[in-house]
């Protein structure tokens, strides 16, 4: 028998050591799943080790995320997001207006 907490879930996954300083506690994380298609969870980076693997030069990271309605569940294949920045904004022209 395995014991697993339902809420909140805790994920953990890899990230490259490039991305490190991209990446801060607290920071908002938003989950999905095939599963429960069209469903979103939210959390956030909980922690970051400090450690980077030798061999593949990621860092572990863990993201806590709430799920008071148990709709998530451990074991279950998550894709996710991290916002590591705020909206920009963009002005497009045609190339000819440059030139």
Same mark, same amino acid.
């Given at each position: 028998?395995?014991?697993?907490?339902?809420?909140?879930?805790?994920?953990?996954?890899?990230?490259?050591?490039?991305?490190?300083?991209?990446?801060?506690?607290?920071?908002?994380?938003?989950?999905?799943?095939?599963?429960?298609?069209?469903? +979103?969870?939210? $959390?956030? #980076?909980?922690?970051?080790? *400090?450690?980077?693997?030798?061999?593949?030069?990621?860092?572990? &990271?863990?993201?806590?995320?709430?799920?008071?309605?148990?709709?998530?569940?451990?074991?279950? +294949?998550?894709? $996710?997001? #991290?916002?590591?920045?705020? *909206?920009?904004?963009?002005?497009?022209?045609?190339?000819?207006? &440059?030139?």
């Amino acid at each position: 028998m395995t014991l697993q907490a339902l809420d909140p879930v805790y994920v953990d996954f890899y990230a490259p050591q490039k991305s490190l300083g991209k990446i801060a506690l607290k920071q908002r994380m938003v989950l999905e799943t095939d599963a429960f298609a069209g469903e +979103r969870f939210t $959390g956030e #980076i909980s922690s970051i080790d *400090p450690k980077v693997d030798p061999a593949t030069r990621n860092i572990q &990271v863990r993201a806590t995320v709430r799920n008071p309605k148990r709709a998530s569940c451990p074991h279950v +294949r998550h894709g $996710g997001s #991290i916002a590591t920045g705020g *909206p920009q904004r963009f002005i497009t022209l045609p190339q000819t207006s &440059v030139s």
